[in-house]
């Protein structure tokens, strides 16, 4: 007799959060699909139903409702660039919201950090090490792995073989955040047709993103418990890639301590960095469960987000072909044969893209 109880006493309960979502909600006064605003069950569907489209669908939304959508019960979309500036510019006064940070692999890092304040303490520590100078430093290590990709790719067109420019991408950029990072690579590069099977992981794990976002209490409390028995990787390819990415994150911040000091005759690793933080800013040094944590957010955030950046321009330049013949012709006379790669600050000034 208790079960029908406890389920009717959850259905009232959804019920009345819907109400309270819809009429009472400091984001009601906001447009937007009903549903949306009601229940979680709208993106879900839309980010796992239909493959990751809502993005897709925006702007959509944005010619129905106006330039702010609300597109989930604690979440707006505004389509508006000055807007976009004052929420996410440096100094903001806006802390992050903990359901769209709070994946179990990221605890103890930043990127998991809901306040401005513990989060602003620990990218001060990262910071020397993505200034743009730093990035001047390690431009030889990125340009000689763009340099073995391109000549991949011609040996790919010399052969008139098709590329999967999209696992092409990924593989690029898993080695460039790991030269950069750690100089070493993954060689991910070296695999025939850019097959390195750590991307499909990659993929994998985004999708417990996806789920413990939408999903939040539950979805959490699954993958973090699932962390404890490493056995369910046999089961399931998502707790696989979950469990794949730590111990790959964990490897790296053992291969950093074991390595020798900090020296000045070569580039520093992420970690070097904050290992020997600076005396004045009486930062303590993070726990190996913290650095792990950090390796882990580097890695995702350095692979995926730029492969995808670049997998969408190369798309949208191949798709205009006055844009790929105005930009062809500049890089051409910019990247001269048999000449050192520019540096990333004289093609920064390139009049193209400067306007573009």
């Known amino acids: 007799m208790i079960l029908p109880w406890l389920i009717a006493g959850l259905m009232g309960f959804q019920c009345l959060r819907m109400v309270y979502r819809l009429y009472f909600h400091p984001l009601a006064r906001f447009p937007g699909p009903k549903l949306a605003a009601a229940t979680n069950l709208y993106g879900a569907y839309w980010m796992l139903i239909k493959g990751g489209r809502y993005t897709l669908r925006l702007p959509e939304l944005h010619q129905k409702y106006g330039s702010i959508v609300r597109t989930y019960p604690n979440e707006l ?37 809901p306040d401005l304040k513990s989060s602003k303490s620990r990218r001060e520590m990262f910071a020397p090490f993505l200034s743009k100078a730093a990035v001047a430093r390690g431009e030889p290590l990125i340009h000689a792995t763009v340099m073995k990709f391109i000549e991949i790719l011609s040996r790919y067109g010399k052969d008139n073989k098709v590329v999967d420019l999209t696992r092409g991408y990924h593989s690029l950029t898993t080695d460039l955040i790991m030269n950069y990072g750690w100089q070493r690579a993954f060689g991910a590069l070296d695999f025939p047709d850019f097959a390195y099977p750590p991307v499909a992981y990659m993929n994998h794990f985004l999708v ?149």
């Open 77 to 113: 979309h505004i389509h508006d660039v000055d807007a976009y500036d004052e929420v996410f510019s440096v100094g903001t006064k806006f802390d992050k919201e903990r359901r769209f940070y709070d994946h179990p692999l990221g605890e103890g890092s930043h990127f998991n950090m």
């Open 208 to 356: 417990s993103t996806v789920l413990i976002r939408t999903f939040h209490g539950f979805f959490r409390s699954f993958v973090g418990l699932a962390l404890q028995f490493p056995a369910l990787a046999k089961w399931n390819t998502m707790l696989a890639a979950v469990f794949h990415l730590r111990t790959q994150a964990q490897g790296l911040v053992l291969d950093t301590l074991k390595r020798p000091n900090l020296t000045e005759q070569r580039h520093p690793s992420i970690f070097d960095l904050i290992l020997q933080p600076d005396a004045k800013t009486n930062l303590p040094v993070p726990s190996f469960d913290d650095l792990t944590a950090e390796a882990l957010v580097f890695l995702v955030g350095g692979e995926e987000s730029t492969a995808n950046t670049l997998i969408h321009g190369t798309f949208h330049v191949l798709n205009n072909p006055e844009i790929q013949r105005r930009l062809q012709q500049e890089l051409s006379n910019a990247i001269l044969a048999d000449q050192p790669m520019p540096t990333a600050d004289t093609l920064e000034k390139l009049p193209y893209l400067v306007r573009n």
